[in-house]
């Protein structure tokens, strides 16, 4: 079923107004026409049946949904090529990540030139993605943020992956609580960037004795963690 989020509270009964956008995605890609049903996620995270009618959606059902992981988890995804990191957003958001902070790394080779305008892009991705993968959260973007910002980003367990600590795996099973981790750029993080990572308080961890592409380490972790949630 197709779905997609509103700014604004949902009830029965309802009679809703549609953005420009999802009447477009209705009408011309779907080619639907009225008495379509369809799924609406409210600003409270609450799920509604939806009925297409008249260029508005009218909510005829409250619906019991349980998509979400027990944990919140925020990456930290150090800037890597365009179309990766465009992968991984989609990707990170289909596995229940909650918050996704772009990090300029020393050794990251995109140059971010309109921050807004990228910003703006990478919420359309993990906005789509939440919508194809049925989840009632949108993950949050936050501002590119460098080494030194990345404090105020940390949860109740905070780690760094490093390629240099391959023995130094964590068991996911014991993850309950918030969850941080960091994924470097193409060619891992300088030695000073670990080092301040380490004074903030996140520890390092390995993915194992294989040296992983940035996507593919930080798409790892996630679906670890996702995989040990019921």
Known sequence: ????????????????????????HLKTVLRSNDGYEFCLVDVSHQAFLAELFNGHAKIIKKLAVDCELDIDVTVILSLIKNERFDFCLQKLTELGVKRIVPLMAHRSIIKVKDEEKKLSRYQKIVTEAAEQSRRLYVPKIEAFAKIDDLEKYKSDYNYVAYEKNFDKQIDYRL?????????????GFEEYEIAKLLAMGFKTMSLGKRILRAETAAIYVMANLGGNQR
Do not use: C, S, W
């Not at 949902?10 to 009447?23: M, S």
């Not at 918030?178 to 193409?186: L, S």
């Open 1 to 24: 079923m197709q779905q997609y989020f509103l700014n604004q509270k949902l009830h029965l009964n309802l009679e809703v107004e549609l953005t420009n956008e999802i009447l477009h």
């Open 175 to 187: 993850i309950d609580r918030a969850f941080t981790y960091v994924i470097g750029p193409e060619g």
